[in-house]
């Protein structure tokens, strides 16, 4: 081995190592926190905490109530609150879910309110805001430290990626003695460990990639959006420039501004609704989101921009490639895309990466004696030495849902 080549692996496991060391108690707790996120739906069905339409007889099943009598039902529950956001789950339009606050800007203190679509009538008042399912949520996607807590975790993904790539440029040295898939369970315990820690990480080497990447996107959803307001409906709002805030007395029927935009997009289906003043619209619209109906394009929304006035539709502006890349990343950072199946196959790739994170701590714990059995040279030996004492020589990955999702 050359000296040049001596320096180059030196430096990639100081890469490696360091950037490791810094984010592993975090990716930790983020696959442990995402591991039942992966199945939120049905722990929340076993948890009693799920929202179910009652079933009706064939003549009522298909009727739907005007979504303005929804909103009459939810506010007279909670007439000191607005409403801020209307919503259906994507494979049901059997419940409505109102969400209501204080004011209209971005908080925590919300109340949830789910109405029969068919009948109009209550069914519950579900706790999003509590309960293990909302701590796990919270532990993963912002630490309970809001957007501070997002950002951070954000760059922890970084230094995850970056661990992911040295593991990768370190592994063809380190094996080039072995072959693909040995684990010396002859040898001592810790050379047991690295070469089992080495051989997951490989293995989960384009998981750990993809979500890693998509968990550090997540992160940055608060402020794309924002960028997305400032850079493209600061365009469309122009007209409006100067106007106050549409009072909620002034507001026309919610219901006729649904139709307007269902009726410009054939085929799509609602996702949400967003009113005026809230995060995802304007001051002057409500805006409402439409998606698809295949398993992409379910996951990308189409913003329809309805005055709330006059219950006309302003602009239909297609996302941009950012918004685009964050609503993509979201579905596929928990395997939403395959149903069953792939929420399995990222559960046991998640639980590889438990692995994977902790052989790297106990290698890091057990770093005094450097695993150099496997070579011959001087120079291999050092290599493997210094392998030993990184704490994940393949790649490790982590879950991270930043969406917030809407």
């Given at each position: 081995?050359?000296?040049?080549?001596?320096?180059?692996?030196?430096?990639?496991?100081?890469?490696?190592?360091?950037?490791?060391?810094?984010?592993?108690?975090?990716?930790?707790?983020?696959?442990?926190?995402?591991?039942?996120?992966?199945?939120?739906?049905?722990?929340?069905?076993?948890?009693?905490?799920?929202?179910?339409?009652?079933?009706?007889?064939?003549?009522?099943?298909?009727?739907?109530?005007?979504?303005?009598?929804?909103?009459?039902?939810?506010?007279?529950?909670?007439?000191?609150?607005?409403?801020?956001?209307?919503?259906?789950?994507?494979?049901?339009?059997?419940?409505?879910?109102?969400?209501?606050?204080?004011?209209?800007?971005?908080?925590?203190?919300?109340?949830?309110?789910?109405?029969?679509?068919?009948?109009?009538?209550?069914?519950?008042?579900?706790?999003?805001?509590?309960?293990?399912?909302?701590?796990?949520?919270?532990?993963?996607?912002?630490?309970?430290a809001g957007l501070a807590g997002k950002l951070f975790l954000g760059f922890m993904g970084l230094l995850l990626l970056v661990a992911i790539v040295s593991g990768v440029v370190l592994y063809s040295p380190f094996m080039r003695k072995l072959e693909f898939g040995t684990v010396r369970r002859e040898r001592r315990p810790r050379l047991k460990w690295l070469d089992l820690h080495n051989l997951l990480g490989v293995v989960t080497l384009v998981w750990a990639f993809t979500v890693g990447a998509t968990g550090m996107i997540n992160t940055w959803a608060d402020l794309i959006i924002k960028y997305w307001q400032y850079d493209q409906l600061s365009h469309l709002l122009a007209p409006y420039q100067g106007q106050p805030l549409v009072p909620v007395a002034e507001r026309g029927s919610v219901q006729r501004s649904l139709e307007v935009a269902v009726q410009s997009a054939p085929g799509n289906k609602l996702s949400f609704i967003a009113f005026p003043g809230t995060a995802f619209s304007s001051p002057h619209h409500t805006t409402v989101f439409l998606r698809g109906n295949t398993p992409i394009t379910s996951k990308l929304l189409q913003p329809v921009l309805v005055d709330a006035k006059t219950t006309e539709i302003t602009a239909s502006p297609h996302l941009p490639w950012y918004l685009t890349a964050l609503l993509v990343s979201q579905p596929l950072h928990f395997g939403d895309y395959g149903g069953m199946p792939m929420q399995i196959i990222w559960a046991l790739l998640d639980i590889a990466t438990i692995i994977v994170l902790g052989s790297g701590l106990y290698l890091w714990l057990k770093r005094g004696n450097p695993v150099h059995e496997h070579s011959k040279s001087k120079d291999e030996a050092r290599t493997a030495g210094a392998q030993g004492d990184a704490l994940t020589p393949t790649p490790q990955p982590a879950a991270a849902k930043a969406l917030t999702s809407t």
């Amino acid at each position: 081995m050359t000296a040049m080549n001596t320096r180059r692996i030196k430096t990639w496991t100081w890469v490696h190592k360091w950037s490791s060391l810094v984010c592993t108690v975090f990716m930790l707790l983020l696959c442990l926190t995402g591991l039942p996120l992966i199945f939120h739906h049905e722990i929340g069905h076993l948890l009693g905490t799920e929202v179910e339409a009652p079933e009706l007889p064939a003549d009522r099943a298909k009727q739907r109530v005007s979504l303005d009598d929804v909103l009459t039902t939810a506010k007279s529950l909670h007439p000191d609150r607005v409403v801020q956001f209307v919503s259906q789950e994507e494979d049901s339009d059997k419940i409505w879910f109102v969400t209501m606050t204080p004011t209209p800007a971005p908080t925590d203190d919300f109340k949830s309110v789910a109405i029969d679509a068919r009948t109009g009538q209550l069914l519950a008042q579900p706790k999003f805001d509590e309960g293990f399912m909302y701590v796990m949520f919270k532990l993963h996607v912002d630490l309970f430290a809001g957007l501070a807590g997002k950002l951070f975790l954000g760059f922890m993904g970084l230094l995850l990626l970056v661990a992911i790539v040295s593991g990768v440029v370190l592994y063809s040295p380190f094996m080039r003695k072995l072959e693909f898939g040995t684990v010396r369970r002859e040898r001592r315990p810790r050379l047991k460990w690295l070469d089992l820690h080495n051989l997951l990480g490989v293995v989960t080497l384009v998981w750990a990639f993809t979500v890693g990447a998509t968990g550090m996107i997540n992160t940055w959803a608060d402020l794309i959006i924002k960028y997305w307001q400032y850079d493209q409906l600061s365009h469309l709002l122009a007209p409006y420039q100067g106007q106050p805030l549409v009072p909620v007395a002034e507001r026309g029927s919610v219901q006729r501004s649904l139709e307007v935009a269902v009726q410009s997009a054939p085929g799509n289906k609602l996702s949400f609704i967003a009113f005026p003043g809230t995060a995802f619209s304007s001051p002057h619209h409500t805006t409402v989101f439409l998606r698809g109906n295949t398993p992409i394009t379910s996951k990308l929304l189409q913003p329809v921009l309805v005055d709330a006035k006059t219950t006309e539709i302003t602009a239909s502006p297609h996302l941009p490639w950012y918004l685009t890349a964050l609503l993509v990343s979201q579905p596929l950072h928990f395997g939403d895309y395959g149903g069953m199946p792939m929420q399995i196959i990222w559960a046991l790739l998640d639980i590889a990466t438990i692995i994977v994170l902790g052989s790297g701590l106990y290698l890091w714990l057990k770093r005094g004696n450097p695993v150099h059995e496997h070579s011959k040279s001087k120079d291999e030996a050092r290599t493997a030495g210094a392998q030993g004492d990184a704490l994940t020589p393949t790649p490790q990955p982590a879950a991270a849902k930043a969406l917030t999702s809407t």
